[in-house]
């Protein structure tokens, strides 16, 4: 059995949304894909895009250019450590969390391995790097790598963390803090 969820979206986010679509496309139409945007692509949420006469089609390509246009406001990591340092924290958080999925899966190197399988959450998944806040708030997220990788592999693989992350720790006596899987990793004194 499934269920379906609908959570209530304010009005000002669908503007927002809304305005979004408007300056990536130039030719959006405000108040008639962004709520369609903002839906979970499966089950009743498509329903209702079905209901208003938008194919489900349609409705896929609206989900994912809203998800395209919101992902495209993402800080960079050095705009989301510049603003935590105007914000006042004293340090950072970097840790990898696994988002786990069904719908990924690839080949792996040798025979029977699967590149998204982490046999650490025994599920597939894709490994993400996350930078916060001292209260856990996420200030920025890397891309997603295999989840079978182990989150220095994913940490090496985006070579523009570390360095970053050595001008934070550098300025100002501010820590950048890590579990000890990252222990070792570059220069990074604070670790």
């Given at each position: 059995?499934?269920?379906?969820?609908?959570?209530?979206?304010?009005?000002?986010?669908?503007?927002?949304?809304?305005?979004?679509?408007?300056?990536?496309?130039?030719?959006?139409?405000?108040?008639?894909?962004?709520?369609?945007?903002?839906?979970?692509?499966?089950?009743?949420?498509?329903?209702?895009?079905?209901?208003?006469?938008?194919?489900?089609?349609?409705?896929y390509d609206y989900v994912h250019e809203g998800i395209d246009t919101l992902s495209g406001q993402a800080p960079s990591l050095s705009g989301a450590l510049l603003a935590a340092?105007?914000?006042?924290?004293?340090?950072?958080?970097?840790?990898?969390?696994?988002?786990e999925t069904d719908r990924c899966r690839q080949p792996g190197p040798t025979p029977g391995v699967d590149l998204f399988w982490s046999g650490k959450h025994d599920n597939h998944?894709?490994?993400?790097?996350?930078?916060?806040?001292?209260?856990?708030?996420?200030?920025?997220?890397?891309?997603?790598?295999?989840?079978?990788?182990?989150?220095?592999?994913?940490?090496?693989?985006?070579?523009?963390?570390?360095?970053?992350?050595?001008?934070?720790?550098?300025?100002?006596?501010?820590?950048?803090?890590?579990?000890?899987?990252?222990?070792?990793?570059?220069?990074?004194?604070?670790?």
């Open positions: 059995m499934t269920a379906s969820v609908v959570l209530p979206v304010r009005l000002g986010t669908v503007v927002f949304v809304s305005r979004l679509l408007w300056v990536s496309d130039g030719v959006g139409h405000p108040g008639r894909h962004p709520q369609v945007g903002l839906l979970h692509p499966g089950g009743a949420d498509l329903a209702l895009a079905m209901d208003n006469k938008i194919s489900k089609s349609t409705a340092k105007m914000a006042g924290h004293s340090h950072v958080v970097i840790d990898g969390t696994l988002i998944g894709g490994n993400v790097q996350v930078i916060t806040a001292p209260d856990e708030w996420p200030l920025w997220t890397s891309d997603v790598r295999p989840g079978r990788e182990h989150d220095t592999t994913a940490l090496r693989y985006h070579a523009e963390i570390l360095p970053l992350l050595q001008t934070w720790t550098g300025e100002d006596a501010l820590t950048a803090l890590g579990d000890l899987g990252y222990k070792g990793e570059a220069d990074t004194a604070n670790y």
